[in-house]
């Protein structure tokens, strides 16, 4: 075989499965939001498996975060897990977050940030339950339209 000649590529061996995009998503906005002066905040879904959050601060099963460096420590921002120490009410708390249960991130003061929608592999939200078909009007036989004059 000649040196300048291509090799053919390997076969691809089927889909390739990445990782979520949300992690790293989070620490860019994290990372903007903190370049820009701003406070950063997280929205969870308090109800995901494996939050530990102070329950007393849930509302309609969410709760927002101040993630900014000055309301926090050691806040890690990890693949899986976001972990940080706050103090709620005077009390100092650990807080863990599966990554999954983020709904958005966002800068307090001006709302600018990120939603994020569900995750391939998340729970799948039920579909809505279908609606009842309304009556058809009676008197009206099916088939042909039916024209009248109006004058």
Same mark, same amino acid.
């Given at each position: 075989?000649?040196? $300048?000649?291509?090799? *053919? ?10 990782? !979520?995009?949300?992690?790293?998503? @989070?620490?860019?906005?994290? #990372?903007?939001i903190e370049d820009n002066s701003l406070t950063p905040h @997280?929205?969870?879904?308090? /109800?995901s498996p494996g939050v530990e959050? *102070?329950?007393?601060? &849930?509302?309609?099963?969410? @709760? ?7 309301? &926090? ?6 693949? #899986?897990?976001? #972990? $940080? !120490? ?15 249960? &983020?709904?958005? @991130?966002?800068?307090?003061?001006? /709302? ?6 569900? #995750? ?9 339950? !279908? ?11 099916? /088939?042909? *339209?039916?024209?009248?004059? &109006?004058?």
């Amino acid at each position: 075989m000649d040196a $300048f000649q291509e090799k *053919p590529d390997p076969a691809p061996a089927g889909p390739a499965t990445m990782t !979520s995009t949300r992690p790293y998503l @989070i620490r860019a906005l994290y #990372e903007w939001i903190e370049d820009n002066s701003l406070t950063p905040h @997280i929205l969870v879904n308090a /109800g995901s498996p494996g939050v530990e959050v *102070p329950k007393q601060h &849930v509302q309609d099963g969410r @709760i927002v975060l101040n993630i900014n460096a000055a309301a &926090v420590r050691s806040l890690q921002l990890g693949n #899986e897990w976001i #972990e $940080f !120490s706050a103090r709620f009410g005077g009390i100092a708390r650990t807080v863990r977050i599966p990554v999954s249960a &983020v709904l958005a @991130i966002y800068a307090r003061e001006n /709302g600018q940030g990120m939603a994020f929608g569900e #995750e391939q592999g998340d729970e799948p939200t039920p579909p809505p339950p !279908s609606a009842p078909q309304p009556d058809k009007p009676a008197g009206r036989p099916e /088939g042909r *339209p039916t024209l009248k004059i &109006v004058k």
